[in-house]
């Protein structure tokens, strides 16, 4: 009794201050940019200053409308996109490193990116605008859960979907379509930059629709997986054992499956393939808080915000005007302090 | 588990709802006053002028050269990364690329016009309500042509700009009625490689149509694709009379030196030339690049 509540305690500890942490990222971030006050681009009076921000945001003072514009049209839907897809993406992440009980698993792992990178492609090749809607991100949203589908079925076996198949299968179908893309980009002309660009990831077209059709989906996604977390601590132990408690494996696994690809698939769809992500920030957390998935969930949500965050503010920020595809630094800042903890913790027990 | 079933149907009812009714938010803008000019843009939008545009960001370095050409070169406040000519843009505040625009930046220059490509248009959809925006698609040298009096009408500058394709027009005539009158077997093939060995320009492409106009025939004319990889056995096979390499892709030399091609035409009569990639886009300096390529193709008809 006295254990419970003392890690009850530790948890809120661990989730207050990741909370405090993300919330500071989202001001630091809102001070950076090519106008200022943190960017070097235009002369200093005619930058945006500190306090013009905070009035901005309550909506008080007098300063000018472009600076408004700047703030709450273009950096903020933009930090908070960062946000909702990062979370997404750690949290997609630790789900499919639970079901897979593979420290390899990723969002991607079973070709959800390139299932989404050749409906992108084939979006920007045909032309932008076939519904009146962004087609591609319509068509990258639709092509991720296409390959899931197929995946699943070519996995499903005696009613049964052993993760072994899921993998292969997801690997094989992620290699079809990977193909398909290299295709397109051979026949495509001016566009292939813009595909290239596209694959590399990246957060420049944000904007407050996207946040609006990425937030609810992404929101609810991670809530249920959270719902699911004793499952994943049971199945972590094999899923033979968790049928012995009672669990519903194939079940649970579908449920996790469908979840974690929606979230992964509208983040992809949005913002194009961000590596790293979905894939260290949950080995990171499982480091610093362990691996009982009702503390890493929530935690490699927030972490998995604050440094999509900081990370896209670098981007922008680091050859001003010009801006580096947020997927090059995730993984180039990532991973030197990925394995300074790895170092670390040498005698780590993964799972 | 019938509780957690429930919940979850009730979260995809709730999602499908909120993605259909999100599709169906239309951005709703206020009527205003008759526009002075309106027309239609390179991916078929009504762009409205209201009043001459004083500030002007050029995404497009067509765009930024024909600005140039007809005096508008000190209202560009803003240009991209790939705007270099004439040599006064490098005074001119960048605003990143087509493929990754800085928002920010373009928004903070305050411009009344924003001129960029059509591809760059999901990248800048997020400003398309604050900033007035007129995406380009020139595909053909005619196109250019119309390109330049559309913004020479925009900036009010229209005799410059009907000035400009006048000369234009006139040394393009100059060139065209002495090669149109040539048949197959008076035409050099040519062969144009871009960033490496084999990458070529097919069908619809500006420089394929340059190629012809200046009497060659390019030897990837019938490709389907726009910028196809030939392969090396194909070129030599073909054996064409001229190559001509962009000014980015390899050197002359290196090509003179590749295995195997000693013995096309081309390399034997030490005709490889290197050509400013600006003169083979859409901009204005087009016709020094037709004139360049007429030249070569035909140093006995000009001189």
Redesign the interface.
Known sequence: MFDHRKRLIKWITIIFSLLVLLIFSIFMSLMIGVMGPIGKGVPDKEKIGMEEIFQILIGKGSYPSTHKSIILDIRLPRILLAGIIGAALATAGCAMQGIFRNPMASPYILGISSGAAFGAALAIVIGLNIFGLNSVQILAFSFALLDIFIVYNIAKYKGAVPTENLLLAGIAVGYFFSALVSFIKYIAGEELRTIVFWLMGGLWNASWEKVYMTFPLAVLGIFILFLFSRELNIMLTGEISAMSVGINVEQTKKIILIFSTLITAISVSVAGIIGFVGLIIPHIMRLLVGSDHRILIPSSCLMGATFLILTDALARSIIQPSEIPVGIITSLFGVPFFIYLLRRKKTVRWW | ?DG?KA??WL?IA??VL??FG??Y?IAYKETKTQAEITLIDG?GRVVEIYETPKRVVSMASSATEILYAIGCGENIVGVD?YSDYPSDVKNK?????????????I??L?PDLLIA?W?A???????ED?VTVMYINPQSVEDVLQLIRQIGLIMNKVEEAEELVEEMQSRIENITKITEDLNKSQRPLVYYELSKKGRTVGQ??FTNELIYMAGGINIAADEP???P?LTDEYIIARNPDVIVVVSYGASVEEIKSRNGWQNINAIKNDRVYSIDRHLVTSSPRLVDGLELLAKWFHPELFD
Not at chain 2, 93 to 105: C, D, M, Q, R
Not at chain 2, 121 to 127: A, E, G, K, S, T
């Open positions: 588990m957690k919940v979850i979260v709730v999602l909120t993605a999100s599709g938010l991916v990364k505040t960048v605003v990143g690329s087509s493929y990754s625009p800085n928002l920010e930046a928004v903070g305050e490509w591809y248009r999901d990248n800048l959809l997020p400003i604050k619809g492409t694709f726009r910028y990889d």
